[in-house]
Nanobody, 113 residues
Framework: QVQLVESGGGSVQAGGSLRLSCAAF????????ISWYRQPPGKEREFVSS???????SYADSVKGRFTISQDNAKNTVYLQMNSLKPEDTAMYYC???????WGQGTQVTVSS
């Protein structure tokens, strides 16, 4: 029903920035509400941020004030701008269709101290 493709991960030093992208292809309804999750090494997957079709956003406390989620409806793409990165932000980052439950393949973010 939908394919989600993440990109933009990489390795940065603490204090740096990255912008992740989640491009959605397929059934339109599946692309309306998108969430970002992350899974640090050896830990459970955790919620990071989400945005719905009305532009309402939410964030985990650990990223508030540092990360910003946004969407480009014309491109069916959701972005996660990550600033002031910390080593504890190191994780595999995934986007998810909230309505349809599909996950992307993930993109790795590594932050060194």
């Amino acid at each position: 029903q939908v394919q989600l493709v993440e990109s933009g991960g990489g390795s940065v030093q603490a204090g740096g920035s990255l912008r992740l992208s989640c491009a959605a292809f397929g059934y339109a309804r599946c692309t309306y509400d998108i969430s970002w999750y992350r899974q640090p090494p050896g830990k459970e997957r955790e919620f990071v941020s989400s945005i719905n079709s009305g532009g309402y956003t939410s964030y985990a406390d650990s990223v508030k004030g540092r990360f910003t989620i946004s969407q480009d409806n014309a491109k069916n793409t959701v972005y996660l701008q990550m600033n002031s990165l910390k080593p504890e932000d190191t994780a595999m980052y995934y986007c998810k269709s909230v309505i349809c439950g599909h996950w992307g393949q993930g993109t790795q973010v590594t932050v060194s101290s």
